[in-house]
């Protein structure tokens, strides 16, 4: 009885060690970001409008009946995008092509906001610098071209941006990226592009084509939720990622709705906490590939609904030190890319560090295309690499 208690003291020992070695690889530091949540700005002036006659469905209608409203609209539909950029911008289940027309209004509205703050001197110089640099790339994203898929400059941003026609794709792919994204990290340049989920979403895409040219695609980088903003106690724990895997889910529906059903959804360090959430005991998942994974809040891959689930993990990514622990909320369970996991654990090599799964010349790259692209025969596996 008393070797019993002594292992069980030992295994809490062991536990209470794991958990402070979470906090202090994550870098425990102080305040602790505000999750964007309500529905946007001008939703009561959404709703109370009659472009057609009859009000339209609210921001938080099931995006199937949001895609059944919009069936039955000719120009009012534009009214309505026109009056209200943001909400209808952002509206799931509505056509991609009128929220890209709705953003790209919301973009120019954003754009001169900016601009006049940067003229205001009674601001600070770094009030005004900050303003002229957020006009700056709300520019660069409102270009003539540019299919932003939704846009929110509330608190430290959301966009998500589609490359090819969701219209007429066969396949669809979805990056949900990590910690240290939001609308000003959407894209990145040099050695820190593929990094950022618009250079990923590009050599995701590229990869896919070059490896079926016949084969329409279309790749979404979605930077939806409020991530966490660097390595701190947000990263350690679920509380995020609570909040964003129901807007997760309620984009891929909104998706389904418009006739662009995901085929495969690719998740990247916390995001992969996101997609563990919004994954537990729905359908709502084909493929989805978890890579340079804390966890996904879960102890097998049977938990995650009824998706194939993949995991990949380089050598040479830090997130391998991290413990795979849940203790009273800190740290995010099982490790997607041991074994026991349940998932098919993917060839990464070439790819080097935490961000660098989606370089080009990778095999991560290859075996994700080849995974968006539903070819599993091509995907080439470091365990439990089952076909179809």
Known sequence: MERRAAGKRRRRGVAILAAVAVLGTAGWAAGAEQPV????????????????????????????DVATYFAGLRDAGARLARRHPLV????????????????????????????????????????????????????????????????????????????GDLGTADRVAVLVPGADTDLARLEGKGADRYGRPLGAAE??????????????????????????????????????????????????RGLAAA???????????YGSVVCGLAAHGTDAFRDLVVYGSPGVRADSAGELGSARVWAARSGGDWIGRV??????????????ADRGFGARVVDTSGAEGHAGYLVPGTASLRNFASIALGRYADVTCESGCRRG
């Open 323 to 336: 413990p795979h622990v849940d203790i009273g909320g800190l740290g995010h369970g099982a490790d997607p």
């Open 259 to 269: 006739g662009a059903p995901a085929d495969a959804v690719f998740c990247h360090s």
């Open 88 to 163: 209808a911008g952002n509206l799931d289940g509505a056509p991609p092509r009128l929220r890209y027309r709705a953003n790209r209004l919301a973009l120019r509205a954003e754009r001169a906001r900016q601009h006049a703050r940067a003229k205001d001197t009674g601001r600070t110089p770094a009030e005004r610098a900050r303003a002229r640099a957020r006009a700056a790339h709300y520019g660069r994203l409102g270009t003539a071209g540019r299919q932003i898929l939704a846009f929110d400059p509330r608190g430290r941003g959301q966009v998500a941006e589609v490359l």
């Open 37 to 64: 949540t309500a529905p946007p700005p001008g939703s009561s002036a959404w709703r109370a409008d009659t472009a057609d006659g009859r009000h339209p469905p609210s921001p938080g209608a099931e995006p199937a």
């Open 203 to 252: 050599a995701l895409r590229a990869e896919m084509r070059h490896a079926a040219p016949r084969v329409r695609t279309a790749v979404v980088a979605w930077v939806g939720y409020t991530a966490p903003s660097g390595l701190g106690p947000d990263a350690a724990t679920g509380r995020l990622a609570e909040a964003g895997a129901p807007r997760l889910k309620r984009f891929l």
